[in-house]
């Protein structure tokens, strides 16, 4: 049952997430143009929830999907099963989301 | 490469899983980046500005292509697994990498 | 060796026997590409050796034919079938019934969608090509493979078979379907051109709505050996 869980996760991240990237494809081809300053990203961010809301799902969704990810290629190509397998996944997953809503908060947050 | 894998979805699979590999050990560095903004816009703006030389332009439009080839990649997947078979795979992955190309190059447009 | 008309691998590998090497162990049994027990790598590809012409697989003018991958070997050209049927059979890959002889015959129609998605997984021949062209084979040795769940998903959509439930937590199990990368090397090399990738996409839809309801067993007990995942 583990992996039919992980599958599900893999591609409910998955299907939030595509909406999520296409936004942020467009806002940095949109914003790169003359370059980007920190105010001007904050000044987009600060206080506002649309953005506080996006990017911190954005967070939680890549955490999971890219711990099962990597999960799937350290089985596979490096052959790690069992333990060392769970806790390396795990450290990856919390460690992303940690620092990623530490810098939701950082933009987000005036 | 072995001869079995010489074969195009194979090569989309492999597409898949580096672009999403380069791009997860990516994302710890783009946090602790943006991260940078809570000690104040200077150090942001510092990091910022380093990023504005055309040869880490060059680079982030490279991890723009693996962001939407990875996108229009799994896109591909959740639809051979979830939709009503189609026979038009290979096709459909070309276009995946097409569409990766467009937007990296799109990016670049703009970059400069 | 000469060289003739029409001359398949199978061809090749007789001759060597016969004028070569008499020790040689290879299999094979119909030679017209039904029996499924002839195939080997042929320049590294899997293929039904029997109905493989020499001249349409040549590559400059040389010819490497080894055994199936993903198989032991036992000698020569002739690997171990066990795993592979083993597979067959833990995915319950067999039909089950629940009628007697003593029940009127049941009517299926041919046209039904059900019928015709049962109909166009059915015609495997047990060659083994699609396990020996699976990376995920390689990768995790536990997985069930291309032609088993193939198996099973035809047998998923008879509408006769009575054992579904036990069949579906089986290949929901950690060495079942969901393990597929979709690669679709099984139906790049398929010779019968099944396409096992597009039955197993239809059980990861299978196993997910019986997820989501709530409707699936503990099951995966089939091949769950301490070197699966906890």
New interface residues.
Partial sequence: MLEVRLYLAQRASAAIMAPLVLIHLGVMIYTIQGGVDAAEILERTRGSFFWGANYGLFVIAVSVHAAIGLRNILREWLSLRGIGLAIISWIFFAGLLMAGLRAVAAVVIA | M????Q?P??F??LLH?LS??G??LF??F???V?????EG??E??QF??W??SPLV?FA?SGL?FL??IH?FG??R??A???LP?SNS?KNYAAMALAGGFF?AC??LL??F | MPQQSSQTILDVVTWIQRHLDAGLSYRFACRVGMCGSCAMMVNGIPRWTCRTHVNKVMRDNSLTIEPLRNLPLIKDLACDMSEFFEKWTDSKGYFQGSTTRHDPVSTLSPNSPQRRVADAATECINCAICYASCDVVNWNRDYLGPAALNRAWSLQNDERDSASAERLSVVAGDAGCHQCHSQQGCATYCPNELNPTASIAGLKRMVAKAYVRGELGAGGKGRQGPESDA
């Fill in positions: 072995k001869p079995h894998r074969q979805l194979y989309a699979f899983r999403g590999l791009l997860a994302l710890p783009h946090f602790y943006l991260a940078l903004a809570l816009n200077a942001l703006d910022l500005h990023s504005a332009k982030e723009v962001l939407a996108l799994g896109l997947l959740l051979l697994e979830n078979w795979h937007v799109g990016f703009r970059a």
